[in-house]
């Protein structure tokens, strides 16, 4: 497999090289795509979670069990979880 990449990218796995992080620009490249892979998966896993919560939420609100009070709710929360994120 042949990979071409830009200047600033070839620089970067360069310096890592050089720091002796790694043994060679290989190493960089695949520690990159474990990390990357990681991040999917974890960007994955919430919005599975989010899906379900969402789904949670259509159920109570068909059962009328949501309020205006618990939407206020729910979205301070959420307003949150992205603060915290962010």
């Known amino acids: 497999m042949h990979v071409s990449l830009t200047d600033r990218l070839d620089e970067y796995v360069r310096?890592?090289?050089a720091s002796g992080l790694y043994n060679n620009a290989s190493e960089v490249v695949r520690e990159a795509l474990r990390r990357q892979?990681?991040?999917e998966?974890?960007?994955?896993?919430?919005l599975a979670?989010?899906?379900e919560a969402i789904d949670?939420?259509?159920e109570q609100a068909e059962r009328g069990e949501?309020?205006?009070?618990n939407i206020r709710d729910i979205l301070r929360e959420l307003d949150a979880e992205q603060e915290s994120v962010a």
């Open 56 to 58: 949670i939420g259509w």
């Open 15 to 17: 310096d890592k090289v």
């Open 41 to 46: 998966m974890s960007e994955e896993a919430k």
């Open 66 to 69: 949501v309020s205006e009070l």
């Open 49 to 51: 979670r989010l899906r």
């Open 37 to 39: 892979i990681e991040h």
